[in-house]
């Protein structure tokens, strides 16, 4: 007989399919980039999505130069403030923290997430002049306090690397921010492209069929048509990890690259819309249009990080934006 083949069933690409770790997404790799210091990430949280009208500046696309619709998410990012500043030196098994700066004056909500040390200030810069260090980050914290759509106050913290110049100038620049806030747009301006790190929306527990996309067996099972009807050969001995089984679905960490920023905002009356976002309420800070869809439910912290795979030849110019809805969302 001739040998059946089928397609693999779901992607394997991410593994172990199981739930996050934190809520707050970990970054393994970061860019390297040319230019002048900047910080090279930043953090806020999701509101929804709407849609807006740009004009398409494509050359060889077919609506070149004329009004696209384009859904985007809006993303609610009050600035961070800069609890610390680390450096890491080179070692054979990589990257190892060699030392690091607190700022005195920190959020008295911080202490419910991580305990400060106590001792240090700006002056403990002197102690590490005139060393070699390979890489310099800060600890910056989130304020969600600020915000009337997240109902936490406790700050989220994460490393952020300081990319651009030479290592001293990357000290000077961080030790700048010791201990104050930092604007978005300290971080990246509109047409930039990022990558976006979150938490995807928790489906709970679910089986083969909806977890993995099998097909259904076939009418003449009497005992169930969504199961999975083989566990693979006899021979090895146990269950393979390519047979698709039941498990968690949803709360994975997942990273989408090349994120456009349609815009920057200030007001959040120019996206606000009547009602309010479903399930969030009014924008009253700072905030970010990203073209296309993000991961997570509203409310969950969004990532954002200097594009690890920016397209070599993309347009990076400011989107011409000439419509952003502002429809009631409660019917949508």
Do not use: C
């Not at 980050?137 to 913290?157: E, F, H, N, S, W």
Request: proline letters at 8%; hydrophobic letters at 35%; glycine letters at 12%.
């Amino acid at each position: 007989m001739p040998q059946r083949r089928r397609p693999k069933r779901g992607s394997k690409g991410f593994g172990p399919r199981k739930r996050a770790q934190s809520q707050t997404p970990r970054l393994d790799s970061w860019p390297d980039i040319s230019g002048a210091p900047k910080i090279q990430g930043f953090a806020g949280y999701k509101v929804g999505m709407t849609h807006a009208f740009i004009v398409d500046k494509r050359p060889k696309s077919t609506t070149s130069g004329m009004e696209v619709q384009v859904p985007v998410t809006v993303v609610e990012v009050p600035p961070m403030k800069v609890a610390a500043v680390r450096f890491y030196e080179s070692t054979v098994i990589g990257l190892k923290t060699a030392g690091e700066v607190w700022a005195q004056d920190l959020d008295p909500l911080l202490s419910k997430r991580i305990s400060s040390p106590a001792g240090h200030g700006p002056a403990g810069f002197d102690k590490y002049s005139g060393a070699d260090f390979e890489d310099v980050r800060v600890l910056a914290y989130t304020q969600p306090k600020k915000i009337t759509g997240v109902p936490k106050k406790v700050p989220d913290l994460m490393e952020l690397r300081i990319g651009g110049g030479t290592v001293k100038d990357r000290m000077e620049y961080a030790k700048g921010l010791l201990g104050q806030e930092v604007p978005v747009t300290a971080f990246a301006a509109d047409g930039a492209f990022v990558d976006v790190i979150a938490v995807t929306k928790g489906k709970g527990f679910q089986g083969v069929t909806k977890r993995w996309g099998v097909k259904l067996l076939s009418h003449r099972n009497s005992k169930h048509r969504r199961g999975i009807g083989n566990l693979g050969p006899k021979r090895p001995g146990y269950v393979r990890g390519t047979v698709p089984q039941a498990g968690q679905l949803g709360y994975h960490q997942r990273t989408e690259f090349n994120k456009k920023i349609v815009k920057v905002g200030a007001d959040g009356e120019e996206v606000n819309p009547k009602g309010g976002f479903l399930n969030y309420g009014e924008v009253r800070n700072t905030y970010v249009l990203i073209h296309g869809s993000v991961p997570g439910p509203t409310k969950r912290l969004i990532r954002l990080r200097d594009a690890a795979r920016a397209p070599k030849k993309a347009d990076v110019a400011a989107p011409e934006i000439t419509y952003v809805s502002t429809e009631s969302k409660q019917g949508a």
